[in-house]
């Protein structure tokens, strides 16, 4: 990279999506243990919005960088870095501080256990958008819930680039997968990704509809962003012994404990989030030489929703909260 100085997304405040600004920094050197890649394309998640916004587990060190998700090719190796080299592709995943090593730009420094080698059959879009999404759908359906073949998997906000890999994780596992979603612009999408059945919650029955879809037996292990009031029903459609696995807030109200359905069904309601995976070199490790081999054979496949261009990082997070996405939301640098 013949650059001193490389353009970087950085916000001095926490706001709304025009604290973004775009921003000529000096060219990083990778420190020990680190990689340092030209970055070709990074994806969006929820959480860096969450970051912006100020209301994220890790908090922003003003002014901050942003961003988990990049793909693109090794140009630099710090001190220490055996398994990388220059010329290497090669995908970014979250297991650092944003603030510290956030990936926005055209250049990123990131700790060599947050590199993966990209799948060779996958683009530079393709490959920014599969470790967050794909890892969290393993570690929670794989490693907590043991996910078997045959069993009723729900999965609330779908659509999700999350979402979406639970479904074609769940699906290549064996599972009857359930799908709930609002509206029903996303139904045939969430169709074609393998979904079993498709839930309008806006217009159906969540806890009806999984009573008849199961036949009465209820959903074994149930994967849920959102939180709030939603629990309670979800703790209803759980099966006995079910599992109910919450990884997020979406919904910013109170999320109530539903103990006496709890109580009844024996319910197991676990908190989870990403970083308990990637914050444990070995399950790490685990993970990723499981998924690598479903990436390469093509059985799961990232959906891409949208391509931004890299001057257009104000409106692509007005997209991502706009809740329109269907799949992942990339900008290409």
């Not at 996910?147 to 979402?163: D, E, M, N, P, R």
């Not at 599972?175 to 139904?187: C, E, F, L, M, Y």
């Not at 009031?229 to 919450?246: C, D, F, H, S």
Request: charged share 20%; hydrophobic share 45%; net charge negative.
């Amino acid at each position: 990279m013949n650059k001193t100085t490389v353009k970087t997304v950085r916000f001095h405040q926490t706001g709304d999506a025009s604290v973004l600004e775009i921003e000529p920094l000096p060219l990083s050197e990778p420190g020990e243990n680190e990689v340092r890649l030209k970055v070709e394309a990074f994806g969006l998640n929820r959480a860096e919005v969450m970051f912006r916004n100020g209301a994220y587990l890790d908090t922003p060190k003003l002014p901050s960088r942003i961003g988990y998700e990049a793909s693109g090719v090794i140009d630099a190796v710090g001190p220490g870095v055996n398994e990388f080299k220059a010329g290497d592709r090669v995908s970014t995943i979250p297991a650092f501080s944003m603030s510290q090593y956030g990936v926005y730009g055209e250049s990123a420094v990131v700790p060599v256990h947050a590199v993966a080698k990209s799948p060779t059959v996958f683009s530079a879009e393709q490959s920014t958008a599969i470790w967050m999404q794909y890892l969290t759908a393993y570690g929670a359906l794989v490693e907590l819930a043991d996910l078997q073949a045959g069993q009723y998997l729900l999965i609330t906000a779908a659509s999700s680039s999350v979402g979406v890999a639970a479904i074609q994780l769940g699906k290549s596992l064996g599972a009857k997968v359930i799908a709930a979603t609002r509206g029903s612009a996303k139904v045939d999408f969430l169709l074609e990704q393998g979904a079993d059945h498709v839930i309008q919650t806006d217009s159906q029955d969540l806890v009806a509809r999984c009573e008849e879809i199961t036949a009465g037996q209820g959903v074994k292990v149930i994967f849920d962003p959102v939180g709030g009031p939603l629990l309670e029903q979800l703790a209803q459609v759980a099966a006995n012994a079910g599992i109910i696995i919450e990884y997020g807030a979406l919904d910013s109200r109170p999320t109530p404990y539903p103990l006496f359905t709890a109580l009844a069904k024996g319910l197991t309601i676990r908190g989870y989030t990403l970083f308990e995976l990637t914050q444990n070199k070995n399950r790490l490790a685990q993970a990723k030489s499981a998924l690598l081999p479903f990436f390469e054979e093509q059985k799961l496949v990232p959906v891409i929703d949208r391509v931004f261009a890299f001057d257009e990082i104000q409106e692509a997070h007005k997209y991502m909260e706009s809740n329109r996405q269907m799949g992942k939301i990339i900008v290409k640098v």
